[in-house]
Structures are given as C-alpha cells and as structure tokens.
C-alpha cells in the first residue's frame, strides 16, 4: 500500500464533535485487521511473504510492501533507530530504486524475508519501528478520515482503518477516498436510522450506520472488481473482512466496550478483547 499526502475531496462535513476511539477500541481495531492479515489477533512482527499480488514482499504488522514504499519508510525509521547500519543496510539501493518505481519485483531482495522474520521476532527496535509507520502511515491518517466524516461510532472508525490497510490513503480509484467519496455521492436525500449518530452528507443528514452499510457495500464491490487488475484474486479471496464488519453492524456493535464478536476468515464467529 503506498501512502500519499494527497488531500482527498470528500464530500462530508462534521456535523458534530469529533470522537477519537479509546485505547481499548483501538487495541480491538487493530487486533480485528491483524486476523484478516494474519489470520489471528496477535501482532506478527516476524510475518514475511510474496504473496504474487504485484506487490512485492509483504511483511510485518501492517503489511507493508516492497513494492508500495512503506516497507522501505519501516527500513528508514529503523536505520534511525539503529543509527544507520543493521542488517537491513544491504537492500537499501533495491528499495531506493523500488520506492521510484512502485514495482512488484523482488530481484535484489534475496534473503529478505529471513532477515524481516529475525528481527521482528526479537528486536525491540525493529517492532517499535512498524508499530510507529504503522500508526503513522494508517491508523493516524484513518482517524483524520473519520474526523472529516464526522464519525462518532467505533464500528466506522475502525472499518475506515482497515480500508486504510488494505486500499491505501492515495488518490487511486481503489483506495480509501476514492471509496468515501463514491459512498458519499450516493446520498441525494436525507436518511434516517437508529445509530444515535448523524453525518452531514451533500447537505443531508444521513444516519452514520446507514453510510457505513452503504460504505460497506461499496468496499466490497471494489474487492470483487478492483481498478488495479493485478490485486484481484488476492481481494476477491478476503471479502470475509467485509462481511466480518457486516456482521458487526448486524448485531448493532457500534460502540466498543471491552470486547467485540466478529467473524474470523473461516466467518466462524470470534471474540476480538482489547
């Protein structure tokens, strides 16, 4: 996923005081995205593999990618940490070069994976280093989002971060903004429901689960039937993250406690705790 500072059009305005999530809503937040990445709700530091999606390497608690530049902006934070020579020093010219042409190839990158799943399972820089870009590039980003939307409830700001790792926060037809503003545009009327919370969309007031079922909807069309053709089989194959918040929603999960049920990737119901 590659991050850009592009400020994005979107079409809603606060229509009331801003709510960031708890540290307890946002341990569940992520710990909901690290099951449909990593397929449970632990933090996998030491997680490295191609998984032939035109993107490269993708590795560590976020993903990140050889390919889409914040593999290489984890690689940067840690030289800082490390002052500058570590075992990572030797992919530096690839990763340069990748970082220009956002490619997917991974020649020169031999050993790479061996060296990410070393240091993610034992150094205490390296993982402080993704847990920064990480919060930084995604999570950060997600909740100014969710700010510009207006959105009150837990359940939205956390879709909007796992759209956030999954899409990216660039101006590509795929990515997170691109999603908001395709929602947005289909409200022409106000509409009402029972969340408690109201967006101000085009004008109208529009209940914030009504726009997260519409959002919902949308982000999952775009999974089936990506812009970027070389992404498709691996989206097509994780449309249970959707369905996960789907679910959420259905059973009117809108504010977190201490506890959530979700659907796991197998859709077998699953308790995600902060």
């Known amino acids: 996923m590659k991050f850009t500072a592009t400020a994005l059009g979107l079409l809603a305005t606060i229509a009331t005081t801003n709510a960031a999530m ?57 030289h800082k940490m490390t002052g500058g020579k570590d075992a990572f020093s030797k992919y530096d010219a690839v990763m340069k070069k990748l970082d220009q042409s956002n490619s997917g190839s991974v020649s020169g990158l031999d050993g790479y994976c061996s060296v990410w799943g070393k240091l993610g399972k034992s150094d205490a820089k390296f993982r402080a280093a993704q847990d920064k870009v990480r919060d930084e590039m995604y999570f950060d980003p997600s909740q100014k989002l969710a700010d510009k939307l207006g ?91 959707v369905k996960s918040y789907q679910y959420v929603v259905a059973q009117k999960q809108y504010k977190w406690g201490s506890s959530i049920k979700a659907l796991d990737n197998d859709g077998k119901t699953t308790t995600v705790k902060c």
Not at 31 to 38: D, F, Q, V
Not at 184 to 213: M, P, R, Y
């Open 151 to 241: 959105a009150q409830l837990d359940v939205t700001r956390a879709q909007l971060y796992d759209t956030t790792i999954q899409h990216g926060d660039g101006s590509d037809p795929d990515s997170v903004g691109a999603l908001i503003k395709k929602t947005s545009a289909s409200f022409k009327a106000d509409a009402k429901g029972s969340s408690g919370s109201t967006l101000k969309i085009n004008g109208h007031n529009v209940d914030e689960i009504v726009w997260l079922t519409k959002f919902l909807q949308v982000r999952m069309d775009d999974l089936k039937n990506p812009h970027n053709k070389e992404t498709q089989e691996e989206w097509a194959d994780s449309i249970t993250r």
């Open 22 to 78: 708890s540290a307890c809503s946002k341990k569940i937040a992520l710990g909901l995205t690290n099951i449909y990445e990593n397929g449970d709700t632990a933090f996998h530091y030491d997680y490295c593999e191609n998984l032939k999606d035109g993107r490269g390497y993708t590795a560590g608690i976020a993903g990140f990618c050889t390919g889409t530049s914040d593999a290489w902006v984890v690689l940067q934070e840690y």
